[in-house]
């Protein structure tokens, strides 16, 4: 369907977000346009009920025990990259900081902030990948916000999500709860996110392109505490990759973490691109990795849920926990060879998320 230019709106086309080709700023400024845009793309496309009401604030029903909370905004540059877009990452990246609490994720809010002109196709293509990324994780987008930033003062589309779910008041899980002997574990290859997003960034020609993980992972979350009831900790394995999180962990703890080299699953290409690209791929970022630290008497099964499930294929135990030395991540490589696995300083790759 063709659609009018900006210059001409017409009265006349069913979807009414749509008689722009382009984003305006009066579609942020809470008036006509802002409300057909809320009505024809975001109800019409994430919708549920509490959303349909229209109201000041959703009012959602509570399932019972404790609240987990989270935001998060993505800026991630390009808007669409292999294997994801901003919309998928938005949706996931908050289900997964919900899920990796041990909760349940079920409602989320978005708020976009959209610079004028940009096209309206590709936010609707956006907001159909926020709506099929929350249908795969069970949540339901009931509350939302539209501002227009004028022309060069945004990059096309950021998006922030806020997300709740609901935890049994006996899930216990964190750092303290870490013991010598647990074994971490990957649910797949690391770094695929960040050197995904950075090969097209930097237009590298790839002959096989590298795909971002970028996916929800509360079904795999699932499906891994049914068998291994007593995980330890987890945590989603996003910006500052592996050892970020490995230094998050063992930071202040009377513990340390160590990583056998060779067991941790890396796609032949992250290892090529990252080479190339002067990234190390244990500092690279992920959209559909989590660690999780686990008793060592349900480590293999852990184990084994994650391969079953389709984001856990490639699942790894990758290390364990010493006594010594304390507070401090390391690798190990097969020939027993030892190195301190830094925390990252600096961000290797901007608007990665
Ligand atoms: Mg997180």
Redesign the pocket.
Known sequence: MSRPSDAAPSATTARAASRYDTVRLSHGSGGKLTLELIEELFVATFSNEPLKALTDAAILANPGGRIAF?T?SHTVKPAFFPGGDIGRLAVA?TV??LA?MGATPMYMSAAFLLEEGYDMSELERVVRSMKATADEAGVAIVAGDTKVLERGHGDGVFINTTGVGFLADDVLMGVDQVRPGDKVLVNGTLGDHGIAVMSRREGLDLAIELESDVAPLNGLIEAVRRVAPNVRFM??V?RGGLAAVANEVVHRQAYGLRVFDVAVPVHELVEQYSEMLGIDPFLAANEGKVLLIVAPEEAEAALGAMKAHPFGREAAIIGDIVKKPEGVALVETAYGSRRVLEMPIEEQLPRIC
């Open positions: 989270a998060d990246g997964n900081d990796v945590r989603d996003t």
